[in-house]
C-alpha cells in the first residue's frame, strides 16, 4: 500500500502554503511529545518520529525545503550555544583536563573501529574508510535537554561530556576537512597555514572580543528587553559564520558563544529565561522534526547490501561511544549511572554526521548506501541517546539530591497574591498564611494586589486598596505584622512574579478559583503561568470554613516526591500547620515516602503522632472521600512537569477535586523546584486565581 499523499493528491501535497506548513509545524510540536508520552516515549523521539511521517520519505505532507532547512538549522544551533551557556564554568575550569581526555577517547576509538569495520568487513576504499570513522566520531548533544530539564546540567560528567563535544567534533570535521581537501588536491602546506591562523582568529574573536562587546551593550541598553535578546541571537550567529569562515563547522561557533557569553547572561536572569522559552519551544523541535524528515525507512527494503551498511554503521557507532563512556568512568572513577550519562548524551549521531557523509556523497567517496546507513544510524542513535540519557538523568537527580543539603531552614517570606475573586475568603487565604509561617520567624506576611495598566487603572487601584486594608486589618488581629504591596503591570503573572523578586518571596498562598475551562487548559492561567516562570512553592487553597477550624489534615503525597528539593520545606510548613490548629495529622502514600516524611519529621523533634496509610490511586482521588471527613483539610502535593516526581495523572487532579471536592477545604501544594527546568506541558490542568 502507498502511503505517499503527493501520488494520491499531487494537488495537494507536499504543502506548499507557508502559513499552513507552519500551522502544521507548530500542531505537531505542540501534540506530538502529547500524545507519545502517554507511551512513556520521551518527547524528543516523539518530534523526530512525527519528522519521519510528514516528511518527504513519510506521507510526504511536507518537503524539506529551505524554511524547513533553516529553521533546524537554527535549532542546532540553539542546543549547542545553551549547552555552552549552561556550563558552570568553575566545574568546567576544574575539569578541564577531563573533558580533553574525554574528546580524544571518544574520538580515538570510533576512529580506530571505523576505520576497520570500514576498510575489512565494507571493503571501502582507505580515504572513505576514515571519512566513514569521522562520522562516528562526533556526536550531536541531542538529549542534552533532558540533563537540563531534570536539574543535573552542572553534573561533573555531564560537564564533562558537554566539554568533550567540542574536541571530538572539531577533530572530526577537521578530518572532514582534510579528507575533502586532499580529494581536491588542495592538502599543501598552504591548507594547514590558513586553517591554523584561521581558527586562532576565530577563537580569539569569539571568546575574547565577543563578550566584551556584549558587556558594552547590555550595560548601555538595560531597558530594553528585546533588543537584548536580538542581540544575543546575533552574536551566537555571526560566532556560528565566523566558525564556517575558519574551516570548521557552526556547531562549534555556536558552542564557544555560550562560553564566551556564559558569565553575562545569569541562569536566573529575564534574559536566559526568553533564551531558553524561544529554543524549547520553536527552534529545537524544528531541528527534531528536520532531522526525522531526513529518515528513509524504505532502505529496508532495498536489499540486503543497504541493511548490512546500515547494521554495521549502527553497531560500530554505539558501541564505540559506549566503550569511551565505559574507559572514560574506569580511568575517572565515576558511578555506573555518571557512565550512562556519558554515552546517552555522547550516542546521538546527527550534525557534524550529517555534514560528513553530504560531503563525502558530493565527492563520490561514500556511496547510497552509506547515505541510507547514516540516516536509519542517526534515527536508531537518537533514539538510544533520549532512553539512556533520560533513564541516567532521573537516577543521578535522585542521588545529587540525596547527597544535597536539607533546605528546610530557608527563612519564610510568604506573599498572598489578593483579587476580587477572593473577596469572600480573603480573612481564611491571610489565616492560612499566617498559619504556615513559622511564629519565631521575623519576616512578615505580604499580601498583594496587582492591577493591570489600562485606562482603569487608577480606578482599580482604588477598589483594590480596599481589600489590601481588609486584609492588613485581619492579620494584624493576629499579632502578625504585615507589609501590603500594590503592583500595576500590563500582566498579571509578570506583577506577582516582580514581587516576588523584590521581596525575596520564599512561598506564595493563592485562592482557588475552580474554573476550570477548554480555554485554561489551552493557553493557561496566572497560576499555569506562574508555575512556569518561578521555583517558589505555591499554595492553592480552597477554604470553606475558617482555618482554624480544621479538624483534621490529610496529605496525600506522590510517588518520588521524597527526591524534590523542597521535600523538606513542604514537609515542615504542613507540620507548622497541623501544630498550630492542632489537627491530627496522616500521610497518604507509599512506603519509602513515608520512611523519608518520618525521618524529617524525627529531625525536627515532632512529638505529634503521625498516621502513615498506603495509597497510590491517583486517578481515583474521589477514594478519599471515605477517609475525608466535612471539617478535615486535604492535602495534595503536586509537582511540575519536569521534576522527578511528576506524574501523567498529575494534570488531572485539579480536575478531580473540582468534580468531588466541592464542599470540601483542600490545598494542593507545588514544592519549590529552583535549578530545575520548568516546562510547558499543554495537557496540564491547573485553575485560576484570578
Known amino acids: 500500500m502507498n502511503l505517499n499523499l503527493e501520488q494520491l493528491f499531487p494537488e495537494y501535497f507536499p504543502i506548499k502554503d507557508p502559513v499552513l506548513i507552519f500551522s502544521l509545524v507548530l500542531f505537531i510540536i505542540l501534540l506530538a511529545p502529547v500524545v507519545l508520552q502517554k507511551l512513556k516515549i520521551p518527547s524528543i523521539i516523539g518530534l523526530i518520529l512525527a519528522g519521519v511521517a510528514v516528511g518527504p520519505n513519510g506521507f510526504n505532507m511536507l518537503s524539506r525545503d529551505e524554511g524547513i532547512v533553516l529553521f533546524g538549522t537554527v535549532g542546532l544551533l540553539y542546543i549547542m550555544f545553551l549547552a555552552g551557556l549552561e556550563i558552570d564554568l568553575n566545574d ?100 594547514w597555514i590558513r586553517l591554523v591562523i584561521s581558527l586562532l582568529i576565530f577563537s580569539f574573536i569569539v571568546l575574547w572580543i565577543f563578550p566584551r562587546v556584549t558587556r558594552w551593550f547590555l550595560k548601555n541598553y538595560d531597558t530594553d528587553p528585546v533588543a537584548h535578546y536580538i542581540f544575543v541571537l546575533a552574536m551566537v550567529f555571526l560566532a556560528a559564520f565566523l566558525a564556517e569562515l575558519a574551516g570548521v563547522e557552526p556547531i562549534i561557533g555556536a558552542f564557544l558563544a555560550g562560553l564566551a557569553l556564559n558569565r553575562l547572561i545569569p541562569h536566573s536572569s529575564p534574559l536566559m529565561n526568553r533564551i531558553e522559552f524561544v529554543g524549547n519551544a520553536l527552534f529545537i523541535p524544528f531541528f527534531l522534526i528536520s532531522v526525522g524528515m531526513l529518515v528513509n525507512l524504505r532502505v529496508l527494503f532495498r536489499g540486503p547490501e543497504a541493511l548490512i551498511v546500515a547494521a554495521a554503521m549502527i553497531v560500530v557507532a554505539v558501541v564505540a561511544k559506549w566503550l569511551a563512556a565505559f574507559i572514560t568512568q574506569k580511568g575517572f ?7 550512562q550519562l556519558m554515552f546517552g548524551l555522547s550516542s ?65 517570606r510568604i506573599l498572598v497574591p489578593i483579587s476580587d475573586a477572593d473577596a469572600d475568603t480573603l480573612e481564611q487565604l491571610v489565616d492560612l498564611a499566617v498559619l504556615l509561617k513559622n511564629p519565631t520567624a521575623a519576616a512578615p506576611i505580604y499580601p498583594l494586589i496587582v492591577v493591570k495598566d489600562n485606562y482603569q487603572s487608577k480606578e482599580k487601584l482604588i477598589e483594590s486598596n480596599k481589600l489590601l486594608e481588609k486584609a492588613e486589618l485581619h492579620a494584624a488581629a493576629t499579632a502578625t505584622d504585615v507589609d501590603v504591596l500594590t503592583r500595576v503591570d500590563l500582566n498579571i503573572t509578570n506583577g506577582i512574579l516582580r514581587a516576588i523578586k523584590d521581596q ?18 489551552i493557553f493557561g492561567s496566572v497560576l499555569d503561568n506562574l508555575l512556569l516562570k518561578t521555583g517558589e512553592m505555591v499554595f492553592v487553597a480552597k477554604l470553606v470554613q475558617p482555618v482554624n477550624t480544621i479538624a483534621s489534615i490529610k496529605v496525600v503525597v506522590p510517588s518520588r516526591a521524597e527526591y524534590e528539593p523542597g521535600f523538606a520545606c513542604w514537609i515542615k510548613r504542613i507540620h507548622t500547620l497541623a501544630k498550630q490548629t492542632s489537627a491530627p495529622l496522616a500521610f497518604y502514600g507509599r512506603e519509602f515516602t513515608h520512611t523519608r516524611i518520618k525521618k524529617v519529621l524525627e529531625k525536627d523533634n515532632v512529638s505529634m503522632e503521625v498516621q502513615y496509610i498506603q495509597f497510590d490511586d491517583w ?16 492535602v495534595i502535593v503536586s509537582a511540575r512537569l519536569g521534576s522527578i516526581s511528576y506524574h501523567s495523572y498529575l494534570p488531572d487532579v485539579p480536575m478531580q477535586l473540582s468534580k468531588h471536592f466541592r464542599v470540601h477545604n483542600f490545598v494542593v501544594i507545588y514544592p519549590e523546584q529552583h535549578g530545575i527546568k520548568l516546562v510547558p506541558d499543554p495537557r496540564v490542568t491547573a485553575v485560576s486565581a484570578y
Not at 533514539?383 to 542521588?399: D, G, H, L, R, Y
Not at 486517578?619 to 472521600?625: C, F, G, P, V
Request: proline letters at 2%.
Open 92 to 191: 568546567f575550569k576544574k575539569n578541564r583536563n577531563k573533558s580533553v581526555v574525554f574528546g580524544l577517547i571518544t574520538f580515538t576509538i570510533p576512529m580506530i573501529l571505523g576505520t576497520l569495520v570500514s576498510y575489512y568487513l565494507l571493503e571501502f576504499s582507505l580515504m572513505s574508510s576514515l571519512l566513514l570513522a569521522s562520522m562516528f566520531a562526533s556526536h550531536t548533544l541531542l538529549a542534552y535537554p533532558i540533563a537540563s530539564r531534570l536539574g543535573i546540567a552542572k553534573n561533573k560528567a555531564v560537564n564533562i561530556t558537554v566539554g568533550g563535544t567540542i574536541i571530538t567534533d572539531t577533530a572530526a570535521l577537521l578530518v572532514l576537512a582534510v579528507i575533502a581537501g586532499a580529494s581536491t588536491g588542495e592538502l599543501n602546506g598552504t591548507f
Open 333 to 339: 572513577g565515576f558511578t555506573k549511572t555518571e557512565r
Open 348 to 412: 546521538a549521531q546527527a550534525a557534524a554526521t550529517l555534514a560528513a557523509v553530504l560531503i563525502g556523497y558530493r565527492l563520490e567517496l561514500l556511496n547510497e548506501n552509506v547515505l541510507n546507513g547514516t540516516i536509519l544510524m542517526i534515527l536508531v542513535t537518537c533514539i538510544i541517546s533520549s532512553f539512556v540519557t533520560e533513564k541516567a538523568a532521573v537516577k543521578q537527580a535522585i542521588f545529587d539530591d540525596e547527597q544535597g543539603p536539607d533546605v528546610a531552614n530557608v527563612p519564610e
Open 504 to 521: 525575596m518571596i520564599t512561598e506564595v498562598v493563592m485562592g482557588w478559583n475552580g474554573k476550570i475551562t477548554a480555554k485554561d487548559r
Open 619 to 634: 486517578k481515583n482521588l474521589n477514594t478519599l472521600k471515605l477517609d475525608l471527613e466535612k471539617d478535615d483539610l486535604l
